[in-house]
């Protein structure tokens, strides 16, 4: 008879598993935590985050002094006496092996010609002669950045590494670009690219706020004073260089654009931007480098 009883004792209680009871546990010892991290004092003690202490070599802070040293001199040299080796006052034209992108007013002429020549046209190897550029930040070496130079890429609003902004390319404006020109990649940019540019990137800045560019009602509401309603009208008038260029232009918010190399290519294969010869004035082939980090 007992034997009976402590069997069905045993079989009316119900066992639990240890894995639910090791969960109960860890729960438990995670609100005793909180409770003590509550309390004043005692944060650095359980923080979730814990920073990891960075070690930065010697060389390292030898080479940005060296690096910002240079890039001063650069820019002061540059400031008094003008480019010497990588700027020209004419314009440049070579035969460059294009593809053939619907919609670009530059190949379809030469579409329309014979098949063997379909892929090469005349490009021009610089800005010469253009009334609007699409500069992009490449570089971003924050503690080997100069002062004239970071207040040169500020006044052109390029005070993040891959942000892009159209320009008016002026005397001005192209002296300027000749300062900062190894921290930039800039040329002229088409119509059919500045068109992808708006619709896939486009944001509009509305009241201190980054806006995406999503309905033509945004700039119906806010451009309507100087005859604008749709996307197409803000593409003819940056590309065309029209009165409102100005208002325009700063109307747009800087274009956010993908890195032209890969954290692979950057960590491992040691591949930094700026330092491969793809910076300064790429004169109509900026269509080509638009189109890799959109």
């Not at 999503?214 to 806010?222: C, F, S, Y």
């Not at 040691?270 to 010869?277: A, I």
Request: a positive charge.
């Amino acid at each position: 008879m007992s034997n009976n009883n402590e069997n069905s004792t045993t079989s009316s209680l119900q066992l639990i598993p240890e894995t639910v009871l090791k969960k109960k546990h860890d729960l438990d010892e995670m609100k005793m935590k909180r409770a003590a991290a509550a309390q004043p004092g005692n944060n650095k003690v359980f923080s979730r985050k814990t920073k990891a202490i960075k070690i930065i070599k010697p060389e390292k802070f030898l080479s940005r002094a060296t690096s910002r040293i240079n890039h001063e001199r650069r820019f002061k040299r540059v400031n008094k006496k003008g480019m010497q080796k990588r700027a020209s006052n004419s314009k440049v034209v070579e035969d460059q092996i294009v593809t053939v992108e619907e919609g670009d007013e530059r190949t379809l002429a030469v579409a329309e010609g014979e098949e063997e020549d379909a892929t090469t046209i005349p490009r021009a190897n610089n800005s010469v002669g253009a009334n609007i550029v699409f500069a992009i930040r490449i570089r971003n070496e924050k503690r080997a950045i100069p002062a004239n130079v970071k207040r040169a890429l500020g006044r052109m609003r390029l005070r993040n590494v891959n942000e892009g902004v159209f320009l008016r390319y002026d005397e001005y404006t192209r002296k300027g670009l000749h300062l900062v020109e190894p921290w930039v990649v800039y040329g002229v940019p088409s119509k059919a690219t500045i068109t992808d540019l708006l619709k896939r990137r486009g944001h509009l800045k509305i009241d201190t706020q980054r806006v995406p560019l999503t309905d033509n009602t945004l700039i119906e509401e806010h451009m309507s004073d100087y005859n604008m309603l749709c996307v197409e009208d803000i593409v003819h008038e940056l590309h065309s260089v029209g009165e409102y260029f100005g208002q325009v232009s700063t109307f747009l918010w800087p274009f956010r654009l993908a890195a032209f190399s890969s954290k692979f290519q950057k960590r491992v294969l040691n591949m930094k931007d700026g330092q491969r010869g793809d910076y300064g004035d790429v004169g109509e082939s900026m269509d080509d480098m638009i189109r890799k980090v959109l």
